[in-house]
């Protein structure tokens, strides 16, 4: 463990890029298709982008800091937060500055450009808290636990480079999953990060899923895994808002690990037109018992759906079908 000569925050700091715009010849831009960012696994695929030659990518990034701790214990001031975005492969290295959110300073906001011409392969995204200690200016006194990953090539927004889905009997396998040999798959979210179960009793199913022979099972595999990233975002929702901490007054907080960022990114859809705080005490409220818990399940299931592209995705899974029933009448 690292020690510093300055009192430093012990509350977290948390990052999350909320939108990438690409710039291309011409000064065209376009955004960034929304499966091409992961609040999980904090990493974003540039190598999703619908077009090759774009030449820069402008990350909108939120931060927020534990302001009540800075207020309460005064030993900062000067107190600034900036977003680092550095690649080790071609020694590259950009510094932006953020702004607080109207008078909220516990809110920050910022954009921060990659150049694709600096960039290699990935690119770490870093938050740090700066100010003035004991009369010296420019010291760091927080930073995010984990760093954003920004991936230049990869199609997929994932950290390790592989998607943890994996086959087993759900009859033979763990205790845990004997009790669901019916299903076809599952969300595992006991470990550092959510993973998805495939029901290997399910003949064929695995193979659909992972390694799709025809163009029709390549259809309907594309609405089943559509349909396991919405029961992700639901399982992890649900795990996210059963376990926080709350301060003495009751205020639940917002995690500090990938928790926070899934419940920051729901929550404006489960109760609209409400500060990330407000929601989160209201949905916290309910699901103690204070308030109807089953109402918000359909918000809950359409926030999920939204972020898995459910609607999008089946859209043009009849599209296709359609399409593919018209060569076949042909």
Not at 7 to 35: H, K, M, N, W, Y
Not at 162 to 184: H, I, K, M, T, Y
Not at 244 to 265: H, I, K, N, Y
Request: proline share 5%; net charge negative; with cysteine.
């Amino acid at each position: 463990m690292k020690a510093y000569p300055y009192p430093r925050l012990t509350g977290a700091v948390t990052a999350r890029v909320t939108a990438v715009q690409l710039r291309g010849a011409g000064d065209s831009r376009e955004q960034l298709d929304s499966r091409g960012s992961s609040v999980i696994e904090q990493v974003v695929a540039l190598g999703m982008a619908e077009r090759d030659d774009w030449r820069t990518a402008r990350l909108a990034l939120t931060a927020t800091v534990p302001l009540r701790e800075i207020e309460a214990k005064g030993h900062w001031s000067d107190v600034e937060v900036v977003a680092v975005l550095t690649e080790g492969i071609t020694n590259t290295r950009t510094v932006t500055r953020m702004e607080p959110r109207s008078d909220n300073h516990r809110e920050w906001m910022g954009e921060i450009e990659l150049d694709r011409d600096h960039h290699a392969d990935r690119a770490s995204l870093v938050v740090h808290v700066v100010a003035t200690v004991q009369g010296v200016a420019g010291r760091i006194i927080g930073s995010t636990d984990q760093e954003w990953l920004i991936d230049v090539t990869s199609d997929v927004p994932l950290r390790d480079r592989q998607l943890d889905v994996s086959s087993v009997s759900f009859a033979r396998g763990a205790e845990w999953l004997r009790g669901f040999r019916e299903a076809p798959w599952v969300v595992d979210t006991s470990g550092r990060m959510p993973a998805v179960r495939l029901n290997s009793d399910f003949e064929g199913f695995p193979a659909l899923v992972q390694d799709p022979g025809s163009k029709m099972e390549s259809i309907v595999g594309e609405i089943l895994l559509a349909q396991m990233c919405a029961d992700v975002w639901t399982a992890v929702f649900h795990t996210a808002i059963g376990d926080l901490e709350t301060e003495d007054d009751g205020t639940p907080l917002f995690p500090s690990d990938w928790r926070g960022a899934v419940l920051r990114e729901m929550l404006p859809d489960i109760v609209p037109g409400r500060s990330e705080e407000d929601a989160l005490r209201e949905v916290h409220t309910r699901r103690a018992g204070q308030g109807s818990w089953t109402d918000l399940q359909p918000r809950i299931q359409y926030a999920a759906a939204r972020r898995a592209e459910v609607p999008r995705i089946l859209a043009s899974t009849v599209r296709d079908i359609e399409r593919l029933e018209q060569e076949t009448l042909a």
